[in-house]
Nanobody
Framework: VQLVESGGGLVQPGGSLTLTCKGS????????LSWFRQVPGKERELVAT????????SYTDSVKGRFAISRDNFKMSMYLRMNSLKPDDTAQYYC????????WGQGTQVTVSA
């Protein structure tokens, strides 16, 4: 299993970013997938989860109404559209299965700052 995250960057408060998670080495459409984030010194936090067909979706309360998770099984990719970004969203973002049991990728850094 390999997971590669991309799309992070520096953005001003209120701005938007779209993260991409590209998977390989497994049957992408057979797994429930999630986005996580981590700030140095804190535990990794589950941000959003999406079912195998993209119909069952859940978010942590702090991102509801601002973030949107989606996936394209044919492209073996998962996405996280992040709108109305806040400084508290600053973190390293990772993708994994819903329990985070696969080897973690390098993640992609999102920094929200004026």
């Amino acid at each position: 299993v390999q997971l590669v995250e991309s799309g992070g960057g520096l953005v001003q408060p209120g701005g938007s970013l779209t993260l991409t998670c590209k998977g390989s080495g497994f049957v992408f459409g057979n797994y429930v997938l999630s986005w996580f984030r981590q700030v140095p010194g804190k535990e990794r936090e589950l941000v959003a989860t999406i079912g195998m067909e993209g119909k069952l979706i859940s978010y942590t309360d702090s991102v509801k109404g601002r973030f949107a998770i989606s996936r394209d099984n044919f492209k073996m990719s998962m996405y996280l559209r992040m709108n109305s970004l806040k400084p508290d969203d600053t973190a390293q973002y990772y993708c994994n299965n819903r329990i985070g049991s696969w080897t973690w990728g390098q993640g992609t850094q999102v920094t929200v700052s004026a």
